[in-house]
């Protein structure tokens, strides 16, 4: 192997696929083998009867909307705020310096810490749920997007300027598109984020919802289902991810060139 | 009727972490006339891309002031075009979309825009390249549009620092030709930083030298060549003999500079 050097695409996505196939031999060697006890980890067989049992017969498909739906309007809140102040901390240093102590502060604050507070305030409803995502979300996408706006390259700055381009023109010509395939990276790593506020969200006081599921199936000791559940959280991340990277793909395709 | 008057134009950086202060350039006198082709000469540090970026309302002078058509320049404007040593072109927009940035700017009407960029595009020969980023393009390709972007604005004066200090030998060769050309023709005024000799001989009609750190003017040569300019001139006696006296200049400034 030398270091950074590419390999062909079908090659990639056979290793890829391969690590797959190695995760499920070692745990079906572990389950089918009788290496773990069937309470505690249930072998992939029972795992896909249970799953196809949730969506054939528990309506697990419900779920599984309610949740997407519950992280997409948190994340798309959270977004449609932190993304315009996070440009105008980049953009404008004494908006960055009055907002810049708090926003880190706040960042570290434990989404999940918020819950038992917000149902306090928000009830058990979709509010709370909404709002957990929110906060999980919210700081992060403001913070990423400063840094993003704020890191572009001076010197194209200054040729804006020698343009003709006055203070807000600079905003919107340069900043802005400059900084724009780091904002969409961003919104894709926080929306990833955002998955594991929901079930946490979720796992205490829901009454639907795939964390809901889970926390269903622990009381009654079925792990094929809850394996199956979080395999179903993993699969939408990862569709969710491809339709991210596909998007920036196509709208920046400058940067990628 | 003089263009550009650099009056007394000095720079001092503020010291970092409370040392001493850097006098990067002493004040400095200049006066680019209309259709002066001025190239600015000094070693690395002399302060040259100071004096350039204060002309262009990048930096603001500690002394003096910088008059154009006697009125104090405050800040970048459109009639002060610039081309940079780094490549700046706007990675998210094409050849064709750079060169429209200043008119769009401006608010022209598209029909003129398009005029005005097909002929920038034309001059500077990227026919066929309009719809490429600028990743797809070479250095000299990159520089090439630097230069149509900037006067495509129609600026008064175009000010360079060292634009093709980034390029390869044969590449440099062919822009400066390329530039020279297009000075030959429009006559438009340049003030350009360098610090190859040859670069800035084969395209003045004044060399300025600077001295090392802190820098000040220390020679202005009138380059009496004819033009057209071909390269070759670059061989001739008179090409020979200015660039020796710059030379001499030149070496001992950055002496002062190996042994400071």
Same mark, same amino acid.
């Given at each position: 192997m030398t270091p950074l050097k590419p390999?062909?695409?079908?090659?990639?996505?056979?290793?890829?696929?391969?690590?797959?196939?190695?995760f499920v031999a070692l745990w079906s060697i572990a389950t089918f083998g009788g290496l773990v006890s069937r309470t505690f980890l249930a072998d992939p067989l029972t795992m896909a009867r249970e799953g196809y049992a949730l969506f054939a017969q528990f309506g697990f498909a419900r779920d599984v909307g309610i949740t997407?739906?519950? @992280?997409?309007?948190?994340?798309? %809140?959270? &977004?449609?705020?932190?993304? $315009? /102040?996070? =440009?105008?901390?980049?953009?404008?240093?004494?908006?960055?310096?009055?907002?810049?102590?708090? @926003?880190?502060?706040?960042?570290? %604050?434990? &989404?999940?810490?918020?819950? $038992? /507070?917000? =149902?306090l305030w928000a009830?058990?409803?979709?509010?709370?749920?909404?709002?957990?995502?929110f906060i999980g979300s919210f700081f992060q996408i403001v913070l990423m997007v400063a840094v993003s706006v704020g890191a572009t390259r001076s010197d194209l700055v200054e040729a804006a300027y020698t343009l003709g381009s006055s203070s807000t023109s600079v905003v919107r010509r340069v900043l802005l598109p400059s900084a724009a395939p780091a904002i969409a990276e961003s919104l894709r790593l926080v929306l990833g984020w955002a998955w594991t506020y929901v079930i946490v969200a979720e796992l205490i006081g829901a009454s639907s919802g795939i964390g809901h599921m889970i926390t269903d199936s622990q009381a009654l000791l079925n792990t094929g289902q809850i394996i199956f559940g979080i395999i179903v959280?993993?699969?939408?991340?990862?569709?969710?991810?491809?339709?991210?990277?596909?998007?920036?793909?196509?709208?920046?395709?400058?940067?990628?060139? | 009727m003089s263009e550009v008057a650099i009056e007394g134009v000095g720079r001092t950086f503020a010291g970092v972490r409370g040392g001493e202060p850097t006098v990067a350039l002493l004040p400095t006198s200049l006066v680019v006339g209309d259709n002066d082709f001025i190239t600015v000469?000094?070693?690395?540090?002399?302060?040259k891309s100071t004096l350039l970026r204060i002309v262009a309302g990048l930096d603001t002078p500690t002394t003096g002031r910088v008059l154009m058509d006697g009125v104090p320049v405050a800040g970048p404007g459109v009639e002060r075009g610039m081309v940079f040593q780094s490549y700046t072109l706007f990675p998210w927009l094409t050849v064709d979309e750079n060169i429209?940035?200043?008119?769009?700017?401006?608010?022209?009407?598209?029909?003129?825009?398009?005029?005005?960029?097909?002929?920038?595009?034309?001059?500077?020969?990227?026919?066929?390249?309009?719809?490429?980023?600028?990743?797809?393009?070479?250095?000299?390709?990159?520089?090439?549009?630097?230069?149509?972007?900037?006067?495509?604005?129609?600026?008064?004066?175009?000010?360079?620092?060292?634009?093709?200090?980034?390029?390869?030998?044969?590449?440099?060769?062919?822009?400066?030709?390329?530039?020279?050309?297009?000075?030959?023709?429009?006559?438009?005024?340049?003030?350009?930083?360098?610090?190859?000799?040859?670069?800035?001989?084969?395209?003045?009609?004044?060399?300025?030298?600077?001295?090392?750190?802190?820098?000040?003017?220390?020679?202005?040569?009138t380059v009496g060549l004819p033009h057209p300019r071909h390269y070759t001139i670059k061989t001739s006696p008179e090409f020979s003999a200015l660039k020796a006296r710059l030379t001499e200049d030149i070496r001992t400034e950055a002496l002062k500079v190996a042994t400071a």
């Open positions: 390999v062909s695409p079908l090659f990639k996505a056979g290793l890829g696929v391969a690590f797959f196939v190695l997407i739906w519950r @992280v997409l309007g948190g994340f798309i %809140l959270a &977004a449609v705020v932190a993304v $315009p /102040l996070g =440009i105008a901390m980049g953009a404008y240093k004494p908006i960055e310096a009055f907002f810049e102590p708090f @926003v880190s502060f706040a960042r570290y %604050l434990p &989404a999940s810490a918020f819950i $038992p /507070l917000l =149902i009830g058990i409803g979709e509010l709370q749920k909404l709002l957990v995502i959280i993993g699969v939408i991340g990862l569709i969710s991810d491809f339709a991210f990277k596909w998007t920036n793909h196509r709208l920046f395709p400058w940067a990628a060139v | 000469l000094g070693p690395s540090g002399c302060g429209r940035f200043g008119l769009r700017e401006k608010g022209l009407p598209q029909p003129q825009q398009d005029e005005i960029a097909a002929h920038y595009i034309a001059k500077v020969g990227l026919r066929g390249f309009e719809r490429h980023y600028p990743k797809m393009l070479s250095g000299g390709m990159q520089q090439r549009t630097a230069i149509a972007r900037a006067l495509a604005n129609d600026p008064r004066i175009l000010l360079m620092d060292e634009p093709f200090g980034a390029l390869d030998n044969q590449t440099r060769g062919l822009m400066q030709e390329l530039l020279l050309a297009i000075w030959e023709t429009d006559r438009k005024t340049v003030l350009f930083v360098t610090h190859d000799i040859d670069e800035a001989i084969f395209m003045a009609n004044r060399v300025v030298v600077m001295t090392a750190r802190p820098g000040r003017i220390k020679t202005d040569a």
